[in-house]
């Protein structure tokens, strides 16, 4: 199997890392060299150490070793390779390691090879940063790159009053360079090419474009469901919707074609939000969300209002028959080819009816169905240039979100201030 061969050259010297080379490659791996611009000014046996390999090397030799791994990590994505050997001292894997949990994920699997080295250049370091400081550089990077795919754009929906913070962050703006998670991705998975620190970053960019502070961001854990954590309580190990009364706290759902939904109560001050996939749907995780927000704070139905963000309309969602019957069930008109092998399902149009019959007004709830305001709920199917969808890009999707905070008192428009929650 084709993998990639990291050959670090800061924490080794070229002669012993050229034997272990030619002993470690095979003809159809592809060689990376980790040296940095300090060491190509420092030595001419880079050249020596290129002719040894068997296949041809890419030299990685920014200026920092978080600049390095990442174009490494980007030239590793557009071969397609998720295998690693590391030829490295004892040293260099354990500063290489703490790159990796930063820059990398379970996608990719790295062997560390290190050799019981005897010469001075090896034994020691000719360049290391120490863990504790690792984070700090990766981040310096990472806020330094260009954005991608233009600035940072976000749909907001006028029925949500000002006393409230909110969003429906799209694709654009962030720093992420896998095609089907680029840019603005605001989610890491260990089953996906993008990393934490990356997320973090586009987080990072995000609030600031938003108004709010990044620490302040949490987001729901998501297990397609209908539990909702009130926070204040213990929080349970995944839930789909969060309710509180607080400032200092910013609420975020996500969304690849299931809905995030924001609900605001502007006269009680409390908000929530939920991640509404079809199963959710189903069970109801909209509604539940409501009567938490109902039995917690004494917030009435009447008077919650409920914005429903991008997600994948009816044209492009299709469910098993068996599965697409139950919406149909719930109302006829959320499935509109119930013959078909394979019918289409309106998850949207799901939720507005569980709401609804929850007591929700249907002037109080901003969907696709209503045509007097600006549109939150386009399709994201639809429309690859503007949002991510699973359903269209596969496993290796990305993830936008809808945020909602209150904010202080007064009208403030500014950021919330940091409560514990």
């Known amino acids: 199997m084709p993998e990639a061969v990291l050959v670090d050259l800061i924490h080794g010297c070229p002669a012993c890392t050229g034997a272990s080379l030619r002993e470690e490659t095979a003809s159809d791996s592809q060689v990376f060299l980790l040296c940095e ?99 700090e550089e990766v981040s310096s990077f990472l806020q330094q790159l260009p954005a991608l795919m233009g600035d940072i754009s976000v749909l907001k929906s006028s029925l949500i009053p000002d006393c409230f913070g909110h969003g429906f962050s799209t694709r654009t703006g962030g720093v992420t360079s896998i095609p089907t998670l680029s840019s603005l991705n605001l989610f890491s998975s260990s ?38 954590w009130v926070l204040g309580k213990d929080e349970p190990p995944s839930y789909d919707a969060m309710v509180t009364d607080r400032t200092g706290v910013v609420l975020a759902a996500p969304g690849a074609d299931c809905m995030p939904i924001l609900f605001t109560d502007p006269g009680s001050k409390v908000i929530g939000v939920a991640h509404a996939g079809w199963r959710g749907t189903l069970m109801g995780v909209a509604m539940a969300t409501v009567d938490a927000m109902v039995t917690e704070f004494g917030c009435r139905v009447s008077d919650i209002l409920v914005a429903v963000g991008p997600s994948v309309g009816a044209c492009c969602f299709i469910l098993e028959k068996d599965q697409a019957l139950e919406f149909h069930s719930l109302h006829p008109d959320c499935v509109p080819d119930p013959e078909s092998a394979r019918p289409h399902v309106n998850i949207r149009l799901a939720n507005r ?22 549109a939150v709920t386009p399709c994201t199917s639809c429309h690859p240039e503007l949002f991510f969808s699973h359903r269209r890009d596969g496993l290796e999707f990305g993830t936008q979100v809808g945020y909602l905070w209150i904010r202080e008192s007064g009208g403030q428009t500014g950021p919330p201030s940091e409560e514990t929650v």
């Open 37 to 135: 611009k300090r060491y190509r000014d420092r030595t001419g046996s880079l050249d020596s150490l290129l002719s040894s390999c068997s296949s041809s090397a890419c030299v990685l030799d920014s200026d920092t070793t978080a600049e390095c791994l990442f174009r490494f990590k980007q030239t590793v994505d557009q071969l397609d390779l998720s295998s690693v050997r590391v030829l490295t001292s004892a040293m260099g894997r354990q500063v290489l390691q703490v790159y990796q949990e930063l820059l990398l994920t379970a996608v990719y699997t790295f062997e560390y090879k290190v050799n019981n080295l005897t010469c001075p250049s090896c034994r020691g370091s000719t360049h290391t940063v120490p863990p504790g400081d690792v984070e």
């Open 353 to 374: 009816v569980l709401l609804q019959r929850g007591g929700v007004l249907p002037e109080n709830i901003h969907d696709d169905t209503v045509k007097e305001r600006p």
């Open 191 to 228: 089953r996906r090419r993008d990393p934490g620190a990356v997320v973090r970053e586009n987080r990072r960019r995000l609030a600031l474009h938003a108004g709010f502070p990044p620490q302040l961001f949490r987001l729901v854990k998501v297990d397609h469901g209908r539990d909702v």
